[in-house]
């Protein structure tokens, strides 16, 4: 039997099948399941709002197709997990030549999710990736109280480098990147037949995209 495909969300978007896998690396963040399962429980009440937070460096900028097509439905299908409804409309103010916007996603609830995304830092700054949910009663978030970064995981030094590693599954090894870390256990996931197959929410989430840069 043939192994299933990977796709982006564009292309899950565009495709007639449904033998494959949409590529959501976002499903499998610790902190999102972590939000997704405290949100259902209610230990803070309904949720209101979200707001998430993308930002890296310069040299790590990708290309605008896959800042507009692949990085944001990433995230758009994030605030949709913690929102648990359907994404509704999408308005998105975008810097003309740069790899940096903000969208406003409504959900079908009501729930609004901001959207902040930024590759635009200094090449010296360390990627930062933030989701704040706010709820009737509280806030759930991985955000500082102050300063841009929090310091997680191990150092690893010697005389020509500095490098902070985290580790989450000893199966997968030690990242610099947390989102390399969501990639890396989604294919974990989809070889131990975890991770499910088809579209997913692609076809709403890039068509709310088009929508909103028409």
Same mark, same amino acid.
């Given at each position: 039997?043939?192994?299933? =495909?990977?796709?982006?969300?564009?292309?899950?978007?565009?495709? &007639?099948?449904?033998?494959? #896998?949409?590529?959501?690396?976002? =499903?499998?963040?610790?902190?999102?399941? *972590?939000? *997704? &399962?405290?949100?259902?429980?209610?230990?803070?009440?309904?949720?209101?709002?979200? =707001?998430?937070?993308?930002?890296?460096?310069?040299?790590?900028?990708?290309?605008?197709?896959?800042?507009?097509?692949?990085?944001?439905?990433?995230? %758009?299908? /994030?605030?949709?997990?913690?929102?648990?409804?359907?994404?509704?409309?999408?308005?998105?103010?975008?810097?003309?030549?740069?790899?940096? %916007?903000?969208?406003?996603?409504?959900?079908?609830?009501?729930?609004?999710?901001?959207?902040?995304?930024? &590759?635009?830092?200094?090449?010296?700054?360390?990627?930062?990736?933030?989701?704040? /949910?706010? #709820?009737? @009663?509280?806030?759930?978030?991985?955000?500082? %109280?102050?300063?841009?970064? @929090? &310091?997680?995981?191990?150092?690893? /030094?010697?005389?020509?480098?500095?490098?902070?590693?985290?580790?989450? @599954?000893?199966?997968?090894?030690?990242?610099?990147?947390?989102?390399?870390?969501?990639?890396?256990?989604?294919? #974990?996931?989809?070889?131990?037949?975890? #991770?499910?197959?088809?579209?997913? @929410?692609?076809?709403?989430?890039?068509?709310?995209?088009?929508?909103?840069?028409?």
């Amino acid at each position: 039997m043939n192994e299933k =495909r990977l796709l982006t969300p564009l292309d899950a978007a565009a495709s &007639e099948a449904d033998d494959f #896998y949409a590529s959501y690396p976002l =499903r499998e963040w610790t902190l999102l399941k *972590k939000m *997704k &399962e405290m949100t259902a429980s209610k230990i803070c009440g309904d949720i209101c709002s979200t =707001r998430i937070t993308w930002q890296r460096a310069k040299k790590l900028a990708s290309t605008e197709e896959v800042f507009l097509f692949q990085t944001l439905p990433w995230l %758009l299908d /994030a605030a949709w997990i913690l929102a648990d409804s359907p994404l509704k409309q999408v308005h998105i103010e975008q810097v003309p030549g740069r790899n940096n %916007l903000f969208a406003l996603a409504m959900f079908e609830n009501g729930t609004a999710s901001e959207i902040e995304m930024n &590759e635009c830092l200094p090449d010296s700054m360390p990627s930062t990736y933030f989701i704040k /949910a706010n #709820y009737t @009663n509280g806030h759930l978030t991985n955000q500082p %109280l102050v300063g841009h970064f @929090n &310091e997680e995981g191990s150092i690893l /030094a010697d005389d020509e480098s500095c490098k902070k590693l985290i580790v989450e @599954n000893p199966e997968l090894g030690a990242f610099e990147d947390q989102i390399d870390i969501c990639v890396e256990s989604m294919k #974990y996931q989809i070889k131990e037949g975890k #991770y499910p197959t088809g579209p997913l @929410n692609s076809k709403t989430i890039i068509g709310r995209i088009m929508e909103a840069l028409s």
